[in-house]
């Protein structure tokens, strides 16, 4: 398996065990990378997801951006 595999928000939400559209919305606030393709579909590189994977805490929470009370974050 790639790591430049694309991903679906649906995809992408199955494995950070989100909603889709919490993904959407991580993704509009630049806090996931992807990729807007014809204006309305995301999609997001498998490396991508496994980055905030690898960043959730135990919660699943995704610790991001400068509001974040996450040491570090």
Known sequence: MSGNEMLTVQEAADILDYHPDHVRRLLRKGA???D???GHVWMVARVEVERVRLLQD??????HGKTSTYPGG
């Open 32 to 34: 996931i990378e992807g």
């Open 36 to 38: 807007l393709v014809g």
């Open 58 to 63: 135990a919660s699943g929470r995704y610790h």
